[in-house]
């Protein structure tokens, strides 16, 4: 008797493009639980760099936990490990350097710096309280609405808004006016307008922090009808145009590369497909509808960011310190977290079974405590 066996990758290309409807659905659900599963399984300690328990958090929530020191079997909140990090390393905290904060410092001596409206972004999308002490220094307390508004205090045109207004409307709301240090007028109406006005060309992740920014304001608009009409009007086109040229510039196996906004072919790199096609996904599951997200194109993509999710997690089991013990570069862990998370975003979005994980919750303080993603979804 004559045996042939397929390698996993084919048997999943079979199952999910040969597939269609509920069956190909089924099939995508299966493979990204199992990206879910071994990212999870990802050496994370409390002593890694403050950018990798950030991202960390991001992708699996304010219940997400890690190991207190690498090979420990004793765990404690990631939230917490990101943000005890300078004091546990014995070294001062919230150091501010123009839009950047210091927390702690390598053990040789490098400053470990995170941008504050990142950090807000971070806080804010994972649901953390607004008047929970979230920092310390010698002098004085931090919560998350004095790391917001510092974060708004610093904000400039050319830099962090996709990060610093989703923080800003998540707990002050789409009609927020403020002044930063330099005195220019700042209002969520008009940054979403010079952000629909951005290159996304010239961003590293092909403009998807941006269109994740915009998307978000958009949902969060749909549930308050706070923006201007006209403004509601121009951020749906937009959003619109970017969704019809991203399934334009789709690749056949359902992955995007960097170039997708500029319709030119980049010369592609290692971990392109979980950083380009991980960031759509994250993006495109927070923008469109339940029917949207269930049209073979999002199925398709949502199948090639899982299988780039555990073909990065396999190339991290080769080198870890133990068999089965994944380690991964701070960089490859940052692209793959946002992968993670337009794949629960995702499972959200189309309300498949997710066995593995707890819902994403975002927290819209200033409206209410315990809401759920604002999706205009039935």
């Not at 599963?37 to 958090?57: E, K, T």
């Not at 220094?137 to 207004?165: H, I, P």
Request: charged share 20%; glycine share 8%; with cysteine.
């Amino acid at each position: 008797m004559c045996r042939c066996f397929l390698p996993i990758a084919l048997v999943i290309d079979i199952c999910v493009y040969g597939c269609s409807g509920d069956a190909a659905e089924s099939a995508c659900s299966r493979v990204i639980h199992r990206a879910l599963s071994a990212f999870s399984r990802c050496q994370v300690c409390a002593s890694d760099h403050p950018s990798m328990l950030m991202h960390g958090c991001l992708a699996f929530g304010k219940d997400w936990r890690v190991a207190a020191s690498m090979g420990s079997h004793r765990k404690m909140s990631g939230v917490e490990a990101l943000l005890s990090h300078g004091t546990r390393m014995g070294a001062p905290i919230l150091i501010c350097r123009g839009a950047r904060l210091l927390l702690g410092q390598s053990s040789a001596g490098k400053p470990y710096e995170v941008h504050n409206g990142q950090l807000a972004f971070v806080l804010t999308q994972i649901g953390l309280p607004g008047e929970e002490v979230i920092l310390a220094t010698s002098d004085r307390t931090f919560n998350l609405v004095d790391l917001v508004e510092l974060s708004m205090k610093r904000c400039r045109e050319d830099e962090g808004l996709a990060w610093t207004v989703p923080a800003v409307v998540s707990l002050k709301g789409l009609d927020t006016q403020w002044m930063n240090d330099q005195g220019t007028p700042m209002s969520v109406p008009g940054l979403t307008d010079v952000m629909m006005r951005s290159s996304l060309g010239d961003s590293p992740c092909g403009g998807t922090h941006t269109l994740y920014a915009l998307a978000f304001i958009y949902q969060q608009d749909q549930k308050e009808q706070t923006l201007p009409g006209e403004l509601r009007m121009r951020l749906a086109e937009f959003l619109n145009s970017c969704l019809v040229r991203a399934k334009q510039q789709q690749n056949s196996d359902g992955s995007f590369t960097l170039a997708w906004t500029t319709r030119k072919r980049s010369e592609s790199f290692h971990g392109e497909t979980v950083l380009a096609s991980g960031h759509m996904l994250e993006w495109i599951s927070m923008y469109c509808s339940h029917e949207t997200l269930r049209e073979p194109w999002c199925v398709r993509l949502a199948t090639s960011v899982a299988k780039a999710v555990r073909e990065e997690c396999n190339n991290a089991a080769r080198i870890g310190t133990r068999p089965r013990r994944r380690r991964m570069s701070r960089k490859v862990y940052a692209w793959c977290a946002h992968a993670v998370r337009g794949l629960r975003l995702y499972l959200d979005g189309v309300r498949l079974p997710d066995e593995h994980m707890r819902e994403l919750q975002h927290v819209p303080e200033h409206k209410a405590l315990h809401s759920s993603i604002p999706k205009n979804r039935p």
